[in-house]
Structure formats: structure tokens, C-alpha cells
């Protein structure tokens, strides 16, 4: 009989090598039942099956929000939470001090369990293998209370043939070496952080994606990969973050971006290289709420005491009914939801008892939302751009796939929606916070 997996991490070290080898096995082993097996034998449902399956989660809520690393702070995390089911936070595996600057401090790590295991509302995934954990024993309580599980995407070979992924990269390869690649030789050497080896892989993904199914932007791509390799990063940079990396996550109902990486792929480049013209050669989406002001808890407890406000005007149960609606593809249910949502979130702001009541609730936020896909071709009226609303030149055609050759399941699978929420965390609004005419 196996050893139960409680007592065994609490008989070893959670974050002994063995322990974490033995984690690492059993995540990799799951992710091939659960999905690599399945896919052949077309038992997997790309638009309902997730993965990871909700049973590695505690107290899971719809929707279910990934939320970017790449922006994140403690403080920008309790300002999304609200808006979610359950907004899940991808845990990179960095030495204490480090995670303490980016994230929370570990000693604040049992409380946010406590958390986690009380609401459901904050789920966590594991964004590096196991074994990378290894001696970072600040994360023993995830490990022993959560059981968190890692954060597998879907791999190229569901896309295309071998011989076709092949086809792929060996095009991407001889277009590189034209002019691209010693772009991003250079690129890697002044910015330092990201290896060329590395932005070959990313990129190298995103166009194989791309062009497996069979979008019409790739022709852009390839032929600004020789005239102009800065606009070319761009629209790899682009379409990897809103096309390409949401097709390959099976968990996601929605995805939060901020405001500044949502509207600058270049915003990374040095001085040199930034472009002189931000364009995209079709819109992605659409702009359904732009710029509504909600509150932003600033710790744990606030957080708290806003759900409880918000889960009182029905917020979540709207934020479903919404997201919903993108995915399935359904215009009339979008517009009435977002009118609908649209009016909550007046009513919500304006209401003087959220302040008096919350405390360490110190400023206001952007909050936009827009729905990304095949979804907004759909909808017609005084809908904004989703690129165009963030400053980009853009064509008037939206993001197009030839689905010869594809079948059925897949050409669904590449075509789905998906709902995108913008948050400005670089603004604060505390001043315009609606004041009780009691305590004015």
C-alpha cells in the first residue's frame, strides 16, 4: 500500500528532491492521461475538458481567470480577486527574497492558504517543474495544504503532423536567418534577461501555432521578418500573449492583463529598437467595457470584506454569465450582460457604504473588458477595437483562419473566444472614491 501523501511530506522535508521528484513524475504521468492520451483517441474536448482537472483545486468558482506573472504584486493580485470565480496565481519558483518582492511576503504564506482553503477564490499552479522547488522551504505549506498542481500547456503535436511542424519550423529557421535572429541576438545582449536560445523557442511556438492554423496574419509576419525585424517581434510578441499562448492553456475561462502589457509588446525594447509605428494588420477583439472605476483592496482582509460587497450586487454571478457568452459566441447575450454589468459596476462605485465599511481600501482602478476571437466578428454597434482602443494602427478585417484542411474540432479549438480583462494598475484614483455624506 502507498504511503498516504500527507504523512509522507510531513516525514521528509516538503521540499526534499526526492519528494519533488517523485511530485514531478506523478504531474507529467496525469497530464498524459488526463490529456496526451486522450487527443489521439479524440476523447478530449478542447471547448469543455480542462486541465488541470477541478478536483486539484479547493472550492473552485467560475469564472476561472489566469493571471500574468509577468505584472503582478501582491497588492495588483487582491485588486483582481473580486472581479473573478477564481483567479489563479501562477507561483514561480524564486529564492525567498526575491518572491518577497514580487509577490507576498512567506510569512504571510499560512494566512493566504487559510484563504485559499476557505473561499476558493485564489487558486495557485506550480509555473516551474517540481524539482525546481528543491530547498525553497518557505513553500511547505503550499505544497503540504494545497497539493498545487503544474502548469502543462498544450504541445505543438496537437496542432499539426509531425512532418507539418516540421515544415513549420524549418521556415521559420531559413526566414530567421535572413535578418531576424541577429536581431535577436542583439536584442538578448542588450536587454540581458531573456537568452537568444530563449526568444527563438517563444517565437519559433508562435508562429508553428500560427500558421498550423492556418491564420491569414502569418503572411505579415514572414514577410516583416525580412523587411522589418522590429515589427516582426511585435507581432510575435502580440500574438503570442492574445492568440497563441490562450489556445495552448486548457484551464482559463478568462485571462487578466495590465493595461501597459496589454498595449505594448515594444515596451521592453531598448531606445534603439522602439518602433516608430505600432501596427497590426487586423483587429483581435473588441472593446466591451473601457475604463470603469472600481475599488482596489490593498491586503488580505480588505479583500475579503470587498467580495462580500460585490458578491451582494451578484457581480461573479454576472462576470459568468458574461464570459459564457464570449466563449459560446452568443452577440445578444453579450450585449445584454455587458449593459447589465456596465450598470453594476456604476452602482458599485457609487456606493458610499463600500468605503466606510472597508478598510485599507485607499484607491479606485481601471477596469476594462474586451472579448478576444472569433466571437466579435459577431457583434455589431459602437464597439471599440480591442488594438485600436490600445493605440494600434490596425486593419479592418478581424483575425482570419483559413480552415481547409483542419478538421472540425480543431478549427473550432483555434477559433474560440475567450474574455480578456484590462486593469491600470499604474493609476490611482483614490480621490474620486465616493465619501458617505456621514463621515465627509
Same mark, same amino acid.
Given at each position: 500500500m502507498h504511503e498516504p501523501l500527507a504523512s509522507k511530506a510531513k516525514r521528509l522535508s516538503i521540499m526534499?528532491?526526492?519528494?519533488?521528484?517523485?511530485?514531478? #513524475? !506523478?504531474?507529467?504521468?496525469?497530464?498524459? !492521461? @488526463?490529456?496526451?492520451? #486522450?487527443?489521439?483517441?479524440?476523447?478530449?474536448?478542447f471547448l469543455k475538458d480542462k486541465y488541470p482537472p477541478d478536483r486539484r483545486f479547493l472550492k473552485l468558482q467560475k469564472p476561472v481567470t489566469a493571471s500574468t506573472f509577468e505584472f503582478e504584486s501582491i497588492s495588483d493580485v487582491w485588486a483582481q480577486v473580486p472581479f473573478c470565480g477564481s483567479l489563479i496565481l501562477t507561483l514561480p519558483a524564486l529564492p525567498e527574497q526575491t518572491f518577497s518582492r514580487f509577490l507576498f511576503r512567506t510569512s504571510n504564506i499560512p494566512k493566504i492558504v487559510d484563504f485559499i482553503k476557505e473561499t476558493g477564490r485564489l487558486q495557485v499552479v506550480l509555473h516551474n517543474m517540481p524539482s525546481d522547488y528543491?530547498?525553497?522551504? &518557505? &513553500?511547505?505549506?503550499?505544497?503540504?495544504?494545497?497539493?498545487?498542481?503544474?502548469?502543462?500547456?498544450?504541445?505543438?503535436? /496537437? &496542432?499539426?503532423?509531425?512532418?507539418?511542424?516540421?515544415?513549420c519550423m524549418h521556415a521559420f529557421d531559413a526566414l530567421g536567418n535572413v535578418k531576424y535572429f541577429d536581431f535577436l541576438k542583439k536584442l538578448s545582449q542588450l536587454i540581458g534577461s531573456v537568452t537568444f536560445g530563449d526568444y527563438v523557442s517563444r517565437h519559433t511556438a508562435a508562429y508553428t501555432i500560427l500558421k498550423l492554423g492556418r491564420y491569414q496574419i502569418v503572411e505579415e509576419i514572414e514577410n516583416l521578418m525580412v523587411d522589418d525585424p522590429v515589427q516582426a517581434y511585435e507581432l510575435l510578441m502580440l500574438s503570442a500573449r492574445f492568440i497563441?499562448?490562450?489556445?495552448?492553456? @486548457?484551464?482559463?475561462?478568462?485571462?487578466?492583463?495590465?493595461?501597459?502589457?496589454? #498595449?505594448?509588446?515594444?515596451?521592453?525594447?531598448?531606445?534603439?529598437?522602439?518602433?516608430?509605428?505600432? !501596427? &497590426?494588420? +487586423?483587429?483581435?477583439?473588441?472593446?466591451?467595457?473601457?475604463?470603469? @472605476?472600481?475599488?482596489?483592496?490593498?491586503?488580505?482582509?480588505? +479583500?475579503?470584506? /470587498?467580495?462580500?460587497h460585490y458578491d451582494a450586487y451578484d457581480l461573479r454571478k454576472l462576470q459568468e454569465s458574461l464570459n459564457d457568452a464570449i466563449v459560446e459566441n452568443h452577440p445578444d447575450i453579450i450585449n445584454e450582460k455587458t449593459e447589465a454589468l456596465s450598470e453594476i459596476l456604476d452602482n458599485i462605485w457609487n456606493d458610499p457604504t463600500i468605503p466606510r465599511q472597508v478598510k485599507n481600501l485607499r484607491r479606485g482602478l481601471l477596469f476594462s473588458i474586451a472579448a478576444i476571437g472569433s466571437a466579435t466578428s459577431a457583434l455589431t454597434g459602437s464597439w471599440e477595437g480591442f488594438l485600436a482602443g490600445l493605440g494600434f494602427s490596425v486593419g479592418a478585417k478581424y483575425l482570419d483562419m483559413k480552415t481547409e484542411g483542419l478538421s472540425k474540432a480543431l478549427a473550432r479549438f483555434f477559433a474560440r473566444s475567450y474574455q480578456a480583462n484590462i486593469f491600470d494598475f499604474k493609476q490611482e484614483y483614490k480621490h474620486q472614491i465616493v465619501k458617505d455624506s456621514k463621515t465627509a
Open positions: 526534499d528532491k526526492e519528494y519533488l521528484a517523485d511530485y514531478e #513524475k !506523478r504531474e507529467k504521468a496525469e497530464f498524459e !492521461r @488526463l490529456v496526451l492520451k #486522450k487527443i489521439p483517441e479524440e476523447k478530449f474536448d528543491a530547498g525553497l522551504d &518557505f &513553500f511547505d505549506p503550499i505544497f503540504e495544504e494545497l497539493n498545487p498542481p503544474l502548469n502543462l500547456v498544450v504541445p505543438l503535436w /496537437v &496542432f499539426g503532423s509531425e512532418e507539418e511542424i516540421q515544415r497563441t499562448s490562450p489556445i495552448q492553456h @486548457l484551464r482559463y475561462d478568462q485571462k487578466n492583463y495590465s493595461f501597459e502589457v496589454a #498595449k505594448a509588446a515594444a515596451q521592453s525594447l531598448p531606445a534603439v529598437y522602439q518602433p516608430q509605428e505600432r !501596427r &497590426f494588420p +487586423c483587429e483581435i477583439g473588441k472593446f466591451l467595457l473601457e475604463g470603469k @472605476l472600481t475599488y482596489a483592496p490593498l491586503g488580505l482582509d480588505a +479583500c475579503k470584506d /470587498v467580495i462580500y
